[in-house]
T-cell receptor
Framework: AQSVSQHNHHVILSEAASLELGCNYS??????LFWYVQYPGQHLQLLLKYFSGDPLVKGIKGFEAEFIKSKFSFNLRKPSVQWSDTAEYFC??????????????FGTGTRLLVSP | DTGVSQDPRHKITKRGQNVTFRCDPISEHNRLYWYRQTLGQGPEFLTYFQNEAQLEKSRLLSDRFSAERPKGSFSTLEIQRTEQGDSAMYLCASSSQGGKAGANVLTFGAGSRLTVL
């Protein structure tokens, strides 16, 4: 079964610092990849997704992610974080089951704290 | 609000009691999902509906759990004889089927937090 690893459980940055959050999934083939964000007290929201095409994907709020197939990675980046980026970030991969159903498998999340 | 709605937002119950959560998906979405999220973990898949048909269930969904989507619109998740290990956030999500912009992308509700004492 597919699994997703997010190596950084907690990240603390100052405003304007650059951000990179790691995400690795366990095996290849055709994958759909996602980053979701959960701001304090709010629901999970989609930041960006990769289905096919350009491996560098741009999302909302200045976030981008790069799909590197050879490394089974889909790292999230932002050149300059803001205090409002304080949130928990979840990487997810869509896994096709034997039944044909495609299940979204999440990593354990990375808590980002941006200090003003 | 045209997002995914969940009710109640919080539920505190005693061990052994039954609880029921409701999810109202985005109206034009025919696919509905239940996930569970515990502290320090990402959401874990529980079950999936396409219209009114429950097409997929996780091994996490013990026989104390039952989910329905009777008319293909709202869904309920019932937990019978709750245990302390059931304490978690229960998330509902919905999506449309392929072919449309945004298809196959899950939109999540705010969740129903269950605390079993």
């Amino acid at each position: 079964a597919q699994s997703v690893s997010q190596h950084n459980h907690h990240v603390i940055l100052s405003e304007a610092a650059s951000l990179e959050l790691g995400c690795n999934y366990s095996y290849g083939g055709t994958v759909n990849l996602f980053w979701y964000v959960q701001y304090p007290g709010q629901h999970l929201q989609l930041l960006l997704k990769y289905f096919s095409g350009d491996p560098l994907v741009k999302g909302i709020k200045g976030f981008e992610a790069e799909f590197i197939k050879s490394k089974f990675s889909f790292n999230l980046r932002k050149p300059s974080v803001q205090w409002s980026d304080t949130a928990e970030y979840f990487c997810a991969v869509r896994e096709r089951m034997n039944t044909g159903f495609q299940k979204l498998v999440f990593g354990t999340g990375t808590r980002l704290l941006v200090s003003p | 609000d045209t997002g995914v709605s969940q009710d109640p937002r919080h539920k505190i119950t005693k061990r052994g009691q039954n609880v029921t959560f409701r999810c109202d998906p985005i109206s034009e979405h025919n696919r509905l999902y239940w996930y569970r999220q515990t502290l320090g973990q990402g959401p874990e898949f529980l079950t999936y509906f396409q219209n009114e048909a429950q097409l997929e269930k996780s091994r996490l969904l013990s026989d104390r759990f039952s989910a329905e989507r009777p008319k293909g619109s709202f869904s309920t998740l019932e937990i019978q004889r709750t245990e302390q290990g059931d304490s978690a956030m229960y998330l509902c999500a919905s999506s449309s089927q392929g072919g449309k912009a945004g298809a196959n992308v899950l939109t999540f509700g705010a969740g129903s937090r269950l605390t079993v004492l």
